[in-house]
């Protein structure tokens, strides 16, 4: 059986390298479709990116074109704003030090060559197999010479991996003397943000945050952002060099511009509208305005459920006092949120002054519930168990299309995913979206990685989490689909100093208290059984890879015997210590280099990966005492070798993707998806190449 289960596995394999097994595209041909659309705009587009939407504003969504200049290893400060400097154009959103290579197919590679096999060059220079791409291509040539072949065939930017200041300007046509707010979905790694010549904000982290702006006599608004990408321990220390992830600098996501109708210099608008869910009938509406001008008077609420109409038609809705309106009321036509039936609701709600309106804004959210019930995660009540991947927001740059962020969600649902746990930042409002209209459940953090305790006592270190934090979520407070909120993934929680301490509760008082009951509070645990801190989490939540660290040793098919026996006595510990929460693994996983097969039991191949993900899941959903498993992870991701070695992550990336970096699938992908997807009464167990069928069937015994 098992054998049998490889030959369909490998013939899905084949279909998806063929692009026709699975939903996806070439990366070329969604690259290219990216660069037509945002070419063609000749004015900025209206229909903000992602919920919420904004009736009662001026929207400009600034994706597309801005002038763009690299001013290199200087001192980030305002002065450089007035700076006379030569700019060119560039797409907005960017990424300025992870920008695409250009291949130069017609001259690198010989005629015939090239026109016998239309994309060898893509191939060749493509980063899924790593910084090199395809190493295949170069290894006729001396091992010196290999790095200057990639460079001159495949035409690497001049600004990838450059770090220092970087200036982005552009304009926008706004109504006469109005007042407005501008909206970054992420800006890295630290920001200066000025309009018309002043600096409005000074930003670090990444996480989207708004920037008021006063009127101006003016119907045309200059907006600059100095985007600093180096790491720095003093001004932005959210940021570190040691990151698990190659963090790229610049407007990584959308930007918009919001002119507003209220009266005065200084704007007066909704600055949130957030919905909780206290029953799958009755929610929380809290309602909080930014009030700007004295001239803002006799000032109401009005708001609506579900309104089929555009616009913002107020005059026949409800009415409510201004203040910090929280309210109880009940939706009309109430329908649950779930991953089987994630059905949606809407809510505008429409800020007036003396009968006039002042702003209109619409947000999406889902009636669900989420608790625990000792070792169990509830949702509406009922037990659930997760199963997912750990995703990086990341291609071959953190600027992802629309197509890309929708191919993502048929490859997770494709694999039978019910579980996304976004690492290590805030996510992308777009993919949160989308989440929400399929069901996926999400785990979203607090940017983080490995902190220490020289960090949790740097006041300017848990002073930016902390905004982070509040700005996450701000963001995702009406997704229904984050059901948990997450910060210091796999800090130093076995570490007793006040400092230590103090973080870890504070962080999650404070998420606890921003989710009002609404999501769980966690943190991703390498620390496990010594971690002194998991009486603030109500998930327990470990990371550990057996049998697969040191990357240096071989494969040891012992090692990989005891997964299940290793998940077992994590499983007791929290039992015995920890009764009223539930277990989740948070991480768990092992590197497979795209396209490199060999044995099974050697380390890097494809076939050893998928035995060790099939070893964890197996282990996971046979266990009763453990409620869910995130892989790790769903796509290879780009590293900084400045900081990894290449026995850690070779060709420049994290390999433990079950997807390539640009999505073709692996082995463990394929093997993963005959699992979950199997019918009642059809092999469960291990998916081997028929030569190791017979000899290594037994490492997992259901």
């Given at each position: ?5 490889w030959?369909?596995?490998g ?6 390298r063929k ?7 070439p990366w ?5 479709l ?10 900025w587009?209206?229909?903000?990116p ?15 074109t801005w ?42 590679w ?8 239309e ?20 290894q006729?040539?001396?091992e010196?010479?290999?790095e200057v072949a ?6 690497q ?22 007042s407005?707010?501008l909206?970054?979905?992420a ?14 904000a000074d930003?670090?982290g990444?996480s ?16 600059a ?5 180096r790491?720095d321990p ?8 040691k ?6 600098g ?19 608008y ?5 919905v909780?869910?206290?029953t799958?009938?009755?929610?929380d ?40 309106a929280?309210?109880?009321?009940s939706?009309?036509n ?16 429409a ?29 509406n ?15 071959a ?17 494709d ?6 746990r ?26 983080g990685?490995?902190?220490?305790p ?12 902390l905004k ?21 993934n796999?800090g130093?929680?076995?570490?007793p ?6 973080a870890?509760?504070g962080?999650?008082?404070r ?10 509070v966690?943190w ?13 989490a109500?998930?327990c ?12 040793a071989?494969g ?14 994590y499983?007791?510990f ?5 009764p ?14 795209f ?16 035995l060790?993900?099939?070893m ?18 769903f796509?290879?991701?780009p590293i ?22 640009s ?9 993963l998806?005959?699992?979950?997807n ?8 291990l ?16």
């Open positions: 059986m098992a054998q049998a289960a030959t369909l596995l013939r899905g394999a084949a279909q998806a692009g026709e097994g699975l939903r996806t595209r070329w041909a969604l690259g290219w990216v660069l037509i659309q945002a070419c063609g705009a000749v004015d587009p209206r229909e903000p992602s919920w919420p939407k904004y009736p009662g504003r001026q929207v400009s969504v600034l994706n597309g002038q763009f200049a690299f001013l290199g290893d200087v001192v980030l400060n305002a002065k450089l704003l007035v700076e006379n400097v030569s700019m060119e154009p560039v797409l907005v959103p960017d990424a300025f030090d992870m920008r695409a290579e250009t291949p130069r197919c017609s001259t690198c010989p005629k015939e060559v090239t026109e016998s096999n994309e060898l060059c893509r191939v060749c220079c493509s980063r899924a197999y790593g910084w090199q791409g395809n190493q295949q291509c170069w006729t040539l001396p010196a010479e290999r990639f460079e001159s065939c495949c035409s930017h001049w600004l990838r991996h450059r770090r220092g200041v970087a200036l982005y300007k552009t304009q926008v046509e706004v109504v006469f003397n109005t407005a707010v909206l970054f979905g800006c890295a790694l630290r920001c200066l943000v000025a309009v018309d010549g002043v600096v409005l930003h670090s990444l989207p945050f708004s920037v008021p702006v006063t009127s101006a006599e003016r119907q045309l608004r200059s907006i952002v100095l985007v600093d990408n790491f003093v001004t932005h220390p959210v940021h570190q060099i990151y698990d992830w190659y963090q790229g610049g407007l990584l996501r959308a930007v918009q511009f919001h002119s507003l109708q209220g009266p005065g210099a200084e704007p007066t909704l600055a949130a509208v957030d909780f869910p206290r799958l009938e009755h929610v509406v809290d309602v909080r305005a930014v009030v700007g001008s004295p001239a803002a008077q006799g000032l109401q609420y009005r708001w609506r459920f579900d309104d089929p109409h555009q616009g913002c038609d107020w005059a026949s809705w409800s009415t409510v006092i201004l203040g910090t929280s309210r109880n009321v939706v009309p109430a329908r649950s949120w779930s991953p089987e039936n994630p059905k949606l609701h809407r809510l505008k709600v800020l007036l002054s003396s009968g006039q309106l002042l702003d209109c804004v619409e947000v999406r959210f889902g009636l669900r519930r989420v608790s625990t019930s000792g070792r169990d995660i509830l949702l009540g009922q037990s659930l168990k997760l199963f997912g991947f750990n995703r990086h927001d990341l291609v740059s953190p600027v992802l299309s629309h197509e890309e962020l929708v191919r993502d969600i048929q490859l997770l649902r694999v039978g995913t019910n579980f996304v976004g690492a290590h930042y805030a996510q992308d409002q777009r993919f949160l979206d989308l989440c929400d209209e399929n069901g996926l459940l999400v785990w979203e953090e607090v940017l990685w490995q902190n220490t020289k960090d949790f006592a740097d006041g300017i270190f848990m002073m930016q989490s982070l934090a509040d700005e996450m979520a701000a963001a995702s407070v009406n997704h229904p689909s984050v059901i948990f909120f997450g910060f210091f796999e130093k929680s076995d570490d100093s006040p400092a230590t301490e103090a870890y509760r962080m999650a008082n998420l606890r208290e921003k989710s009002r009951g609404t999501r769980l966690s991703g645990s390498s620390t496990t059984i010594a971690d002194r801190y998991l009486q603030y109500d998930v939540s470990f990371h550990h890879y057996p049998a697969w660290y040191p990357t240096t071989p040891d098919l012992d090692e990989v015997k005891e997964i299940p026996l290793i998940w077992e006595a499983a007791r929290v039992e015995e210590n920890f009223s929460k539930p277990l989740l693994i948070t991480e768990a996983g092992a590197g497979g280099l396209g490199h097969h060999g044995p099974t039991e050697e380390k890097w191949t494809e076939e050893f990966q998928s060790l993900m099939q964890h899941y197996l282990s996971v959903f046979t266990n009763p005492k453990i409620a869910g498993l995130a892989l790790w992870q796509a290879d991701i900084d070798r400045l900081v990894s070695t290449d026995d850690q992550r070779p060709r420049g990336l994290n390999n433990k993707g079950v997807v390539s970096l999505r073709m699938p692996k082995l463990a992908f394929q093997a998806h005959l699992l979950r199997r019918k009642p009464g059809q092999y469960f167990g998916i081997l190449p028929p030569q190791d069928a017979d000899r290594l069937t037994g490492l997992f015994k259901v």
